[in-house]
């Protein structure tokens, strides 16, 4: 069942969906401003979810530019239950990756949003995740974005990414920082380096999260318009 929500001034309609991947099927929420320019999947990252505050208050922005939204579970519930005793399927890239390409593929076969060009916004493992799967379906992807992502955890694939890439790291988290700069250095598409001020792994700081949401948001606005 879709219901419409007014976005500052601009009406989208918002449904749950349940994407096939393999034997799973995954849980979501796709929203849709009236005449999005682009669709923007959400990866998220170590031990979260589609309710994830911080993709959440993301995507709200990202929808006020203008585009549509796909928050889903990368893991399934037993899943999620698994991993909360474990924390090993958080780490398993190309599970994760898989899954994020089943849902690039779902989208691309619905009619709401096959028109719709797809970019990927990925945080903490869900950055790795992100372009792995964006090196895997090249030019498919028109961007994606990694907030304090692991984008080393991509390896080889990272060569292989078309799609613009935008890092988004912050000033305090030295560590990804230098995690970062590396993976920065083997990606041979557009791509660009951003670090927040003062602001922690989480970017709980005052303005750190609306500075990451509005870099996100003109990235994918600038390259997620029709071809």
């Not at 069942?1 to 500052?8: D, E, L, P, V």
């Not at 964006?134 to 955890?153: K, Q, Y």
Request: net charge neutral; proline share 4%; hydrophobic share 45%.
């Amino acid at each position: 069942m879709s219901a419409q929500i007014a976005t500052s001034g601009m009406e989208t309609r918002v449904r749950p969906v349940q994407i096939p991947s393999g034997s799973a099927r995954l849980e979501g929420e796709l929203a849709l401003p009236a005449g999005a320019a682009g669709l923007v999947l959400f990866a998220h990252g170590s031990g979260s979810s589609r309710h994830s505050r911080r993709n959440q208050f993301v995507a709200r922005v990202i929808r006020e530019a203008g585009l549509g939204t796909l928050l889903f579970d990368l893991l399934t519930r037993a899943e999620e239950a698994v991993d909360m005793r474990t924390g090993q399927l958080r780490f398993d890239i190309e599970l994760l990756a898989r899954r994020l390409v089943d849902a690039t593929r779902w989208v691309a076969a619905e009619a709401e949003t096959r028109s719709l060009r797809p970019g990927y916004f990925g945080a903490s493992t869900g950055g790795g995740a992100a372009l792995v799967a964006a090196a895997e379906l090249g030019p498919a992807i028109g961007a994606v974005v990694s907030r304090g992502g692991r984008p080393d955890l991509a390896g080889d694939a990272l060569r292989r990414v078309q799609g613009p890439t935008l890092l988004i790291v912050g000033e305090q988290d030295e560590l990804v920082i230098a995690l970062n700069e590396e993976a920065y250095a083997q990606l041979r598409c557009e791509k660009a380096l951003e670090i927040v001020p003062r602001a922690t792994h989480l970017f709980e700081e005052p303005g750190a999260l609306e500075t990451v949401a509005r870099l996100a948001s003109d990235w994918f606005l600038q390259h997620l318009q029709p071809r």
